[in-house]
T-cell receptor, first 116, second 113 residues
Framework: GAGVSQSPSNKVTEKGKDVELRCDPI?????LYWYRQSLGQGLEFLIY????????KSGLPSDRFSAERTGGSVSTLTIQRTQQEDSAVYLC??????????????FGPGTRLTVL | AQSVSQHNHHVILSEAASLELGCNYS??????LFWYVQYPGQHLQLLLK??????LVKGIKGFEAEFIKSKFSFNLRKPSVQWSDTAEYFC???????????FGKGTTLSVSS
């Protein structure tokens, strides 16, 4: 079946602009995660959605970052007033049921964000 | 805070050599353990995982990992690497009742033919 898809694959923006990154999880997966992969920092958790529960936003680095998930499926990560340090690959992952301890996350191809 | 350490930043091997990549974590409770691989130009793929039971787990492409609870380790092994194993390897930990994966910084494996 289809895996996690993300768009765009690459995004170049100017400092101060807002950007939106999209994630389509695997069909039937109720849990959705956003991570950031940057040089020197590795992979960092950003935010987690599980069904209709309030999202876990504990990994968001600043209030410029926000995310929403509509209809329990597609998610959009928004970065406002982008800064050069926001340049990274933003990864989305989904899993069948995040609340289970045996849950496994499957990753999308990522969006490479470059802030000039 | 929980953390994951991967001891080797870059490993260079010849084909047919044996591989062992180290991974240690700091959390003392129940954990789920994962190795992910990222081949050049591709996205992260699950290599293998440990939840419970036999501490020696086998994954795809001949990889295996051993969970040693007393050492807080989950080292990845392969008896004979191939050129196609050239990739970046990430160890990740998830607390038993938690949600987010905590990743190590990754190990780049370069295999020469």
């Amino acid at each position: 079946g289809a895996g996690v898809s993300q768009s765009p694959s690459n995004k170049v923006t100017e400092k101060g602009k807002d950007v939106e990154l999209r994630c389509d999880p695997i069909s039937g997966h109720t849990a959705l995660y956003w991570y950031r992969q940057s040089l020197g920092q590795g992979l960092e958790f950003l935010i987690y959605f599980q069904g209709n529960s309030a999202p876990d936003k504990s990994g968001l680095p600043s209030d410029r970052f926000s995310a929403e998930r509509t209809g329990g499926s597609v998610s959009t990560l928004t970065i406002q007033r982008t800064q050069q340090e926001d340049s990274a690959v933003y990864l989305c992952a989904s899993s069948l049921a995040g609340g289970r301890s045996t849950d496994t996350q499957y990753f999308g191809p990522g969006t490479r964000l470059t802030v000039l | 805070a929980q953390s994951v350490s991967q001891h080797n930043h870059h490993v260079i091997l010849s084909e047919a050599a044996s591989l062992e990549l180290g991974c240690n974590y700091s959390y003392g409770g129940t954990v789920n353990l994962f190795w992910y691989v990222q081949y050049p130009g591709q996205h992260l793929q699950l290599l293998l995982k440990y939840f419970s039971g036999d501490p020696l787990v086998k994954g795809i492409k001949g990889f295996e990992a051993e969970f040693i609870k007393s050492k807080f380790s989950f080292n990845l092994r392969k008896p004979s690497v191939q050129w196609s194993d050239t990739a970046e390897y990430f160890c990740a930990v998830k607390e038993g009742a938690g949600t987010a994966l905590i990743f190590g910084k990754g190990t780049t494996l370069s295999v020469s033919s």
